[in-house]
Nanobody, 123 residues
Framework: VQLQASGGGLVQAGDSLRLSCAAF????????MAWFRQAPGAEREYVAA????????YYGDSVKGRFTISRDNAKNTLYLQMNSLKPEDMGVYSC?????????????????WGRGTLVTVSS
């Protein structure tokens, strides 16, 4: 499976941004998908995940209530709607896919990774 993230950019604090991740190859709907991010000099951080059917979502504590993960299996696309962005949300956002293995916040639980897209938030 090939994943390609897009939608990053430079925004101001409080703005919104929507990221997309297009999937190519294996049946997208069979994969649990997630977003991770990595700020300069920091470790990769789990952001959110969604099950293959799209009926269940999970969020990291730092983004709950502000970010929404969703997917369109007909379009083989994963999304991350980010609202009320903060400077600490800045980083390279990567999408990942894998089977339903736990804990879902661990990067090694995902087999497929897309090239990240940079989100910059100015204060």
């Amino acid at each position: 499976v090939q994943l390609q993230a897009s939608g990053g950019g430079l925004v101001q604090a409080g703005d919104s941004l929507r990221l997309s991740c297009a999937a190519f190859g294996r049946a997208f709907s069979n994969l649990r998908m997630a977003w991770f991010r990595q700020a300069p000099g920091a470790e990769r951080e789990y952001v959110a995940a969604i099950r293959g059917s799209g009926d269940t979502t999970y969020y990291g504590d730092s983004v709950k209530g502000r970010f929404t993960i969703s997917r369109d299996n007909a379009k083989n696309t994963l999304y991350l709607q980010m609202n009320s962005l903060k400077p600490e949300d800045m980083g390279v956002y990567s999408c990942a896919g894998g089977s339903d293995r736990w804990p879902l916040s661990l990067a090694r639980r995902y087999d497929y990774w897309g090239r990240g897209t940079l989100v910059t938030v100015s204060s």
